[in-house]
């Protein structure tokens, strides 16, 4: 549940592209609506199923199904893009737990 200008909107959990550290709070970006959620990037990952989502970054969270390629970038660190085209690092500390949760 979100809330979102004084409604609840229920948000499925798969349809939630990537997640954004703000604060003690994170942006849920779900195809073109964006909602902000009190959660801190801990508290979210911890919810999720590791299996279908991964922190990236210390502030990004992606959900694995829409991942469409990784690019090398710098200093050890890649481009995860994604199917709508939106562009996030995979820092190199957490390259190898991406790897192995994806299986490559």
Known sequence: ???????VIFVKVESIDWIQSAGNYAKLHVGKQIYTVRS???QLE????P???GRIHRSAIVNFDRI???QPWFSGDWLVILHDGTRLRLSR???SSLQS???S
């Not at 549940?1 to 409604?7: C, I, P, Y």
């Not at 911890?46 to 199923?49: A, I, Q, V």
Request: proline letters at 0%; a positive charge; zero cysteines.
């Open 1 to 7: 549940m979100v809330r979102s200008e004084g409604k």
């Open 40 to 42: 801190t990037m801990n």
């Open 46 to 49: 911890r919810m999720l199923d």
């Open 51 to 53: 299996r279908r989502f």
């Open 68 to 70: 469409k390629e990784m």
């Open 93 to 95: 500390s957490y390259r």
């Open 101 to 103: 949760k994806l299986g």
